[in-house]
């Protein structure tokens, strides 16, 4: 339930704060020239997001051709959008694979900002031998009642889920990185009906994800470094 709490308390501080601004606007400026800047702000930051900041981080680390390349599970959900972002690690891909098989909340967590995620519990940094089996049909928790359903688990090269509403496929792949070591790719492919309600949840979700992942990535390159030079 923490996750859920922290989630909600996040985007409570953000919807809080630009309301005080825009607040704060209106009595410095007045009404009507308020409400043009806040408003105008707010246009500008997000044509700012959508045409700088949201095509860099959708393909975070990835070369133009593995964020153009073919992964498995691309065909699952239809008319999607995609993000693909990607790590080096000086490993090779069976090393990597058991800390991929362990992910997920009540596991080993999500390797990401752990006041967030997994209900505030400290992600693994060992192997656990207890989540070292993953079978189509399984489940990969976010949290206690929402998650991914495994459809594909080639070892030790990809885990293909895809999100318990049928929204979201997400694909990770290991790939040999020219001989020495292992790429990780990450891809997300969404699709969601385009109502002002689920706008406006992208709109916080998809600079969320971003940043929850970007740190997953970087622990997991991380644990698996740490690992080898034991």
Do not use: C
């Amino acid at each position: 339930m923490r996750t859920q709490q922290m989630i909600v308390w996040i985007v409570g501080v953000i919807i809080a704060a630009a309301v005080t601004v825009q607040v704060g606007l209106v009595l410095w400026l007045g009404w009507a020239l308020g409400l043009a800047v806040g408003f105008g702000s707010l246009a500008l930051i997000a044509a700012v997001y959508h045409f700088l900041l949201r095509p860099w981080h959708h393909k975070w680390g990835a070369t133009d051709a593995e964020a153009t390349m073919r992964m498995p599970g691309d065909s699952y959900i239809s008319n999607a959008g995609q993000a693909t972002r990607a790590i080096s690690i000086d490993a090779d891909p069976e090393d990597v694979w058991p800390w991929l098989v362990q992910l997920g909340y009540d596991k080993a967590g999500w390797y990401s900002y752990d006041w967030i995620d997994n209900d505030g519990e400290p992600s693994a940094d060992r192997i656990l031998p207890e989540h070292q089996h993953l079978d189509p049909g399984d489940k990969i928790l976010m949290m206690p009642d929402l998650g991914f359903v495994v459809r594909d688990v080639e070892e030790p090269r990809s885990i293909v889920s895809v999100l318990e509403d049928g929204s979201t496929s997400w694909a990770l792949g290991l790939y040999p990185d020219n001989g020495h070591g292992t790429r990780l790719v990450s891809r997300w492919r969404p699709h969601f009906d385009k109502t002002p309600a689920t706008l406006f949840m992208t709109a916080l979700a998809d600079p969320g994800t971003f940043i929850m992942e970007q740190k997953m990535l970087r622990t997991i390159r991380d644990r698996v470094e740490d690992a080898e030079d034991d």
